[in-house]
T-cell receptor, first 116, second 113 residues
Framework: AQSVAQPEDQVNVAEGNPLTVKCTYSVSGNPYLFWYVQYPNRGLQFLLKYITGDNLVKGSYGFEAEFNKSQTSFHLKKPSALVSDSALYFC??????????????FGRGTQLTVWP | KAGVTQTPRYLIKTRGQQVTLSCSPISGHRSVSWYQQTPGQGLQFLFE???????NKGNFPGRFSGRQFSNSRSEMNVSTLELGDSALYLC????????????FGPGTRLTVL
């Protein structure tokens, strides 16, 4: 069965420092992986995705993510955090080979707080 | 392009009532998915529609139902509301699923009293 784990409920980082939000996944075939961000009382905003190709994926707002097949991980990173990056981050996976093609499996979310 | 729109944004109902939520996808998107978000359970998949057909369904009771119209707009209905149905209901659209990312609407906040 497909699943996503975000091992940290909260990540705190100082502005200007690099940030990492961790994600590991479980899927039967080659995964499609996504990161979304949610601000209070808002829907989810798409940040980036990995489908195939280069393991380092660049996305919106300076975020990037590294796909590691051997560790089944897809960690979200940013070289220099901003206070405005403070939000709830979700990792999601889709199994392209299964019958659940249109379905995203989400992690529990990681609350990122960047302090000034 | 206009984003995904959901109406209403907020809704208060009492137990036993039913409710209908509406979602208008991004123009050209044929796949519409619905998710329930609660603090305790996180984001849970309800169902997905593609070209007016339900393509996937999550583990929710039959009180939760949906449909998609020929213009790709979608509605979901919850009958006999329970307190536990209080949640943020999110609609997402995409071109066809698969490797396409889903774009989410702002959600409908349902409160059941």
């Amino acid at each position: 069965a497909q699943s996503v784990a975000q091992p940290e409920d909260q990540v705190n980082v100082a502005e200007g420092n690099p940030l990492t939000v961790k994600c590991t996944y479980s899927v039967s075939g080659n995964p499609y992986l996504f990161w979304y961000v949610q601000y209070p009382n808002r829907g989810l905003q798409f940040l980036l995705k990995y489908i195939t190709g280069d393991n380092l994926v660049k996305g919106s707002y300076g975020f990037e993510a590294e796909f590691n097949k051997s560790q089944t991980s897809f960690h979200l990173k940013k070289p220099s955090a901003l206070v405005s990056d403070s939000a709830l981050y979700f990792c999601a996976v889709r199994d392209p080979g299964g019958s659940t093609l249109g379905r995203l499996y989400f992690g529990r979310g990681t609350q990122l707080t960047v302090w000034p | 392009k206009a984003g995904v729109t959901q109406t209403p944004r907020y809704l208060i109902k009492t137990r036993g009532q039913q409710v209908t939520l509406s979602c208008s996808p991004i123009s050209g998107h044929r796949s519409v998915s619905w998710y329930q978000q609660t603090p305790g359970q996180g984001l849970q998949f309800l169902f997905e529609y593609f070209s007016e057909t339900q393509r996937n369904k999550g583990n929710f009771p039959g009180r939760f139902s949906g449909r998609q119209f020929s213009n790709s707009r979608s509605e979901m209905n919850v009958s006999t509301l329970e307190l536990g149905d209080s949640a943020l209901y999110l609609c997402a659209s995409s071109m066809s699923g698969g490797y396409n990312e889903q774009f989410f609407g702002p959600g409908t906040r349902l409160t059941v009293l």
